[in-house]
């Protein structure tokens, strides 16, 4: 071990020298002291701990998959036909591809989607066709498939929003597991057994890949992915959408 | 080597409170857009990269019902005045608040990064973006206050 002492930083011998040139009397250079910046430093952690305990009590701890399902409702007074909500004569085609776990597709669909059904819809200006594209993951095709089964029985739309009403926090965590998309169908008043059949079909599982086939074959790489007339709507919130809508409107 | 050397020289003569006041405004605008874009009830962009929106819908992007990005535009705020009061008047405790109040904010990134990594299995780029200004911003105030505490006792 070196018993040599400390070397003063350069700083400290400049000053060190000019002082000695003033006539100052010359001080000993002190090491830095840094109880200032430790004191501030553990300050700060301790009061980020604080905020970070107070946050985990404001949250709570991360919710699990609740046991029951929601319920969800196509829009009242709006014409449904398989996948098209409308009215199946309008002028104006959105064609709409989703995946049920996408959580943009839920903003959309609690954001956009009620002031569409309200304004363009319910005038008959616009229709929606849903297109299935499952990316996400296995709940992602579950639900589809859940969609399909629905739709077997004319009830496409009521799942549709039973589904967002269902989507879970994680995906492929459980809130589209086949025990709860059963007692969702059950919950929309489907014949359950019809249903289950349904949607084990290879009819189900071609619904799927051949709408995620069809999807990628139109160009659409993420969901929610509007396309109005045959031209891709790349704007964001209604306001812009019912403008493209109007231009598109004869 | 001379080129260089007079732009490093040039680039030490800048006062630290403006280099971070720089990157306060920068961890400002991007906290403001997502605040923005939140209180619309929409979800931010992340063009290619997917993620955003699943934090932005997490239950972990709001406290108390209010968007965490709110909670990032006031830190900036803050952390903004303090860099130009410190920079107008050299006063070392506005150094001391501002490296307080960044390292304060890099313990929240480091438990919202700890989340967006394993519970909520997204990563939002903005989200990230405006930690690593925090780190920034962080390591440049320690940066100086040391320099400044030994540079200020070798003058005692």
């Known amino acids: 071990m070196s018993t ?8 400290e011998r400049r000053a060190a020298a000019l002082a000695g040139k003033r006539g100052e009397p010359r001080r000993a250079v002190r090491q830095p002291r840094t ?5 501030v430093s553990l300050g700060a952690l301790a009061a980020g701990l604080v905020v970070v305990a107070a946050v985990l009590l404001l949250n709570g701890q991360p919710k699990a998959v609740p046991a029951s399902v929601a319920q969800g409702a196509a829009p009242a007074g709006i014409p449904t036909a398989g996948f098209v909500l409308g009215n199946a004569a309008a002028p104006v085609t959105i064609d709409l591809y989703e995946d049920f776990q996408c959580p943009a597709c839920l903003a959309w669909g609690t954001s956009v989607f009620p002031s569409l059904t309200r304004n363009e819809l319910a005038a008959g200006t616009a229709k929606i066709v849903f297109h299935s594209f499952a990316f996400i993951g ?15 029985q004319g009830r496409f739309w009521d799942m549709w929003a039973t589904l967002y009403a269902n989507q879970g926090l994680h995906e492929n965590g459980g809130a589209f597991s086949r025990a709860r998309l059963d007692a ?7 014949d359950t057994g019809r249903f289950a059949a349904d949607f084990d079909s290879a009819a189900a599982a071609a619904f799927v890949s051949e709408g995620a086939t069809a999807a990628q074959a139109a160009g659409v790489d993420s969901t929610p992915t509007l396309i109005v007339d045959g031209v891709r709507f790349s704007g964001s919130g209604y306001a812009a959408l019912a403008t493209v809508i109007a231009a598109a409107a004869p | 080597m001379t080129t260089r050397a007079t732009g490093w020289r040039r680039l030490r003569r800048i006062h630290p409170g403006l280099v971070l006041a720089t990157l306060d405004l920068i961890g400002l605008a991007i906290a403001s857009y997502l605040s923005s874009v939140e ?10 990269l997917h993620g955003c929106e699943q934090v932005a819908l997490s239950q972990y992007s709001r406290i108390g019902g209010v968007p965490v990005a709110v909670f990032g535009v006031g830190l900036s705020l ?49 989200c990230a973006t405006y930690g ?10 320690l940066w100086v206050w040391v320099h400044r505490e030994r540079a200020d006792l070798a003058l005692e």
């Not at chain 2, 390292?103 to 519970?119: D, N, P």
């Open chain 1, 4 to 11: 040599e002492p400390v070397r003063p930083l350069r700083r």
């Open chain 1, 35 to 39: 109880f200032g910046i430790g004191l």
């Open chain 1, 138 to 152: 296995q709940e992602s095709t579950d639900a589809a498939r859940a969609g399909y089964a629905a739709n077997q």
């Open chain 1, 184 to 190: 969702m169908a059950a919950g929309l008043g489907l």
């Open chain 2, 39 to 48: 209180l619309r009830g929409e979800v931010p962009n992340c063009g290619p």
């Open chain 2, 78 to 126: 803050i952390l903004f005045s303090l860099a130009i009061a410190w920079w107008r008047t050299n006063d070392g405790r506005l150094l001391a608040m501002h490296y307080g109040l960044s390292l304060l904010g890099v313990v929240f990134e480091l438990y919202f990064t700890y989340l967006e990594l394993f519970v909520i299995g997204a990563v939002c780029v903005w």
């Open chain 2, 132 to 141: 690593i200004s925090l780190v920034a911003r962080f390591l440049v105030a």
